[in-house]
């Protein structure tokens, strides 16, 4: 019995980490802009490639 | 060479370019393919086919303000010593070529670092050296066609708002959780196990506080001001289902009577929440909203003391001497300075003419400057200008909340039929079971509780929308649908918007031109993209005429006309005085031709959209209205496609418009306005449903409910029946939605309410109706004959 109490809060701990995760992605904007990723993946890379691309928009300094 | 230009998929006209065993319309064209090839960026071209922007002949100089700290500072969003980050708004990203070209911007410059673009909002990110000026930026970006747009700063402001996500989010994760300990209590399992029944409430209870407080807040705010204004909307109810909802559950778990209905209640914010994002997925990236600062330049150059200096449009006081370029829009009522100046007011009136000024005459904002550099002195700072004060009394007119009028309306009778089954339910109660009375009344306030309905309006409203976006016509939010469906009259407006405003009617007068001779005009003709030249290359073409001659000394004098040599003869194209010919007419519509010894003139009338003569029949249950900046020259042309009855104004100033509509408006009609240009914003913003006309969607619009793609036009009707359609799938929404709350009421009036009852109606009754509206729509776009070219 003892082991249904245990269960239940192992789903919430993982329900809650799905929220976190949820609210992480908002917070980096990842669903404002759901088209030019996909196209981004696509794009070759070609050899002399120096451009970094950022994936969160986040500034590099 | 039928396949068009390489690099911007426009027909060639004439020769074209040959560069690189590619054909380009023009030199622009090419030039940018060069850029691009240089920089091993040629996958731009396989991405997607003839995809490239066509360059405009900016010059660094027109960006000369971004160097000025202050207006500077307002776009750069962050800066160190060495680097800084600006996010542009750029129009023109379409397509997937777009988004590879600009994230490599870096290979064609390598003090741009990185960009990122946004294609939901067309902005680009960008990290650039600060050894690299902003304006060398924005020059770069001009020059490969990507035109950053600096005037419209309200796109990049917006605030990015993302609580409706979280909410979302907290009640999704509410239902689920509170469902899944909620199982062993539907299926009975641990009745006799109080212990755990306790800490499965207790556990639900906690999850579901931040829905109550957070997720529902909305709900609550809004019903508490609708009931303080005495008024009803839909979440008056909904906030009474909600309450009841919750302080059952509260009241169960406290007496440990199980966690009562907190799944419902999860549930229930979760779906609403859903319907609310759904509705607000709207075309985010289009501008519904521009007021006449987008139509300004963002700083024009001040001369104090001989000095010239950059200015905000802000900053310009009352008596300052501004220096205006070609092409420039005058943002201030002012006096001209200099001797001539050409103004074209076709922006704020309509009118397709250039009106001449001399010295000391006086000149409304909103004209754009022709030719020459001018002097203008301020009479009027720009947000007093008489422009602009006609604008800012529509705005403070039509303020549009967005709620559904229909939906407020049903819930008046909703809340009355409510209360008086909830009070008979208890009176019958009262004899049958006195101890239960309350549990009833509040069973049936709980399964009476509007979702399905609220529901229903979001998800049909929001189908709608997309399915006339896909065809054309975009809406600025789901309620201007409602306003369309209760449409009486539709005013348009000419020019633009029946009328092209590129394309004209061609004659030609004069002396009679040899073959030889019309290659060599239409040669000439071909080196300029002034509109006027293009159709008359046009209109060559269309007799076989190829500009396939090389023109020596060619020169093309803005606001004058185009000059030059082929084969020794010296040829001359444009205004009357330019020529040196006799003034026949005016000079906006006709053009004057001398060829060696020969002259003659080339007459332009505006030409009807292509299938425009087809729309005023569709329209026949409408009562049609014409309104005009122009003069009548094209009554007859109007006259011969409007059924007899239509109204046609010419003539009308802004303020004519503006109080046409209004008139209408008082004798209750619902109009509906078509018009693209400044001069409709008044009509635009005054009437029921203002509806924007534009070549290309993303290009700018005066402020409207909707923008309409000019090759939609001709399909106005089946796009309004398809916005009627929506009342009739909302109808059938309300019926399915009913019928499931007198299903819960009967189980509520019973006393068989059980959590369990609740759990499974209200969800099912939510996803049947948003099935019905989304394949009602989906299927009613299918079949109806809406094609969009």
Redesign the interface.
């Known amino acids: 019995?003892g082991m249904?109490?245990i269960m239940?809060t192992v789903?919430?701990l993982i329900?809650?980490f799905?929220?976190v995760s949820?609210?992480w992605a908002?917070?980096t904007?990842q669903?404002?802009?759901?088209?030019?990723p996909s196209?981004?993946i696509?794009?070759?890379d070609?050899t002399?490639n120096?451009?970094?691309?950022?994936t969160d928009?986040s500034?590099?300094? | 060479m039928s396949e068009g230009c390489y690099h911007c998929g426009d027909k060639i006209l004439g020769k074209g370019i040959h560069f690189d065993d590619k054909d380009f319309c023009c030199i622009g064209c090419k030039n940018v393919y060069q850029l691009l090839s240089n920089s091993?960026l040629g996958?731009f071209y396989q991405l997607e086919k003839g995809a490239g922007q066509k360059p405009q002949s900016g010059t660094l100089e027109k960006y000369a303000f971004l160097e000025v700290e202050k207006i500077r500072s307002k776009f750069i969003d962050?800066e160190?010593v060495d680097?800084a980050?600006v996010t542009l708004f750029i129009p023109q990203i379409h397509c997937?070529s777009c988004?590879?070209l600009l994230?490599?911007l870096?290979?064609i410059d390598k003090r741009i670092?990185?960009c990122?673009?946004?294609?939901?909002?067309r902005e680009a990110?960008i990290?650039f050296d600060t050894s690299l000026k902003l304006s060398e930026l924005a020059h770069l970006l001009d020059q490969i066609g990507y035109t950053p747009n600096f005037g419209d700063r309200k796109s990049s402001e917006q605030k990015?708002d993302?609580s409706a996500?979280?909410k979302l989010?907290?009640a999704g994760?509410a239902f689920?959780?509170i469902m899944?300990?909620s199982f062993p209590e539907y299926l009975g399992i641990e009745k006799d196990?109080p212990e755990?029944r306790s800490?499965?409430s207790y556990?639900s209870l906690i999850?579901s506080l931040p829905v109550f407080f957070y997720s529902a807040s909305d709900y609550f705010i809004s019903a508490y001001k609708a009931l303080k204004f005495k008024s009803l909307n839909l979440d008056v109810p909904i906030t009474i289902g909600i309450l009841a909802l919750y302080l059952q559950s509260l009241y169960s778990i406290f007496i440990d009577a199980g966690p009562g209905y907190m799944d419902s209640f999860a549930g229930f914010i979760f779906f609403l929440l859903i319907g609310k994002w759904f509705q607000s997925k709207t075309y985010r990236s289009l501008s519904f909203d521009r007021d006449y600062k987008a139509y300004f330049p963002v700083a024009v150059t001040r001369i104090i003391n001989e000095i010239e200096e950059i200015v905000t449009i802000e900053d310009i006081d009352v008596d300052d001497i501004l220096l205006m370029r070609n092409d420039e829009v005058i943002p201030c009522d002012c006096i001209l300075e200099s001797e001539h100046a050409r103004i074209d007011y076709s922006f704020v009136t309509g009118e397709s003419e250039h009106i001449s000024k001399k010295k000391g005459d006086f000149i409304y904002a909103g004209g754009k400057l022709i030719g020459q550099r001018s002097a203008l002195k301020v009479v009027k700072e720009s947000d007093r200008s008489h422009l602009t004060s006609l604008w800012n009394e529509v705005r403070s007119e039509k303020e549009n909340s967005g709620r559904s009028i229909y939906q407020d309306k049903m819930s008046e009778y909703f809340l009355a039929a409510l209360l008086i089954i909830a009070a008979t339910a208890s009176i019958v109660w009262f004899f049958i079971d006195s101890s239960r009375v309350m549990e009833i009344a509040v069973a049936v306030l709980i399964v009476a509780c509007p979702c399905a309905l609220a529901l229903s309006a979001p998800f049909t409203y929001g189908n709608t929308m997309r399915l006339l976006g896909r065809k054309g016509l975009y809406l600025k939010n789901t309620s201007v649908i409602e306003r369309i469906n209760t449409i009486t009259d539709i005013v348009f407006d000419k020019t633009g918007t029946l009328t092209s405003s590129s394309q004209y009617h061609v004659d030609y007068v004069g002396d009679e031109l040899s073959d030889q001779e019309k290659i060599a005009v239409c040669s000439l003709a071909n080196s300029s993209t002034h509109p006027l030249s293009q159709s008359i290359v046009n209109q060559f073409i269309e007799q076989q005429i190829i500009p396939s001659s090389t023109i020596e000394n060619f020169e093309e004098l803005t606001g004058k006309g185009l000059q030059g040599k082929i084969n020794g003869v010296r040829l001359q194209l444009g205004s009357s005085q330019f020529v040196g010919a006799k003034k026949t007419g005016n000079d906006e519509s006709s053009s004057h031709v001398r060829i060696g010894e020969k002259s003659g003139t080339f007459r332009f009338s505006s030409e009807l959209r292509d299938g425009i003569e087809r729309l005023p029949k569709t329209l026949e249950r409408y009562t049609l209205h014409i309104i005009s900046g122009d003069g009548e020259q094209d009554l007859d042309l109007l006259k011969s496609i409007f059924p007899e009855g239509t109204q046609i104004h010419f003539r009308q100033t802004p303020e004519d418009k503006f109080n046409y509509i209004k008139a209408l408006q008082t004798a209750n009609k619902k109009v509906l306005m078509i018009g693209d240009g400044l001069n409709d914003t008044g009509a635009l913003g005054i009437a029921d449903v203002g509806i924007a006309v534009s070549e290309e969607a993303f290009r700018f619009t005066p402020s409207s409910d909707a923008i309409i793609d000019a090759e939609s036009l001709i399909h106005l009707y089946p796009l309004l029946q398809s916005s009627a359609f929506s009342k009739t799938i909302l109808r059938i929404c309300l019926a399915f939605s009913l019928s499931y709350n007198i299903t819960g009421l009967s189980f509520a009036l019973t006393g068989m309410l059980t959590p369990l009852v609740a759990a499974v109606i209200m969800p099912v009754s939510s996803i049947t109706v948003v099935c019905i509206s989304t394949f009602g729509v989906l299927l009613h776009g299918r079949f109806s004959r809406v094609k969009k070219i």
Do not use: C, P
Request: glycine share 6%; net charge positive.
């Open positions: 019995m249904i109490y239940l789903s919430l329900a809650l799905f929220l949820f609210f908002t917070k904007g669903f404002d802009d759901d088209y030019a196209v981004r696509l794009f070759d070609e002399n120096n451009s970094k691309t950022q928009g500034t590099e300094i | 091993a996958q962050f160190d680097h980050r997937s988004i590879y994230e490599n870096t290979r670092r990185s990122q673009v946004n294609f939901a909002k990110v990290n990015k993302r996500m979280y989010g907290f994760f689920g959780s899944l300990w196990n755990f800490f499965t556990l999850v």
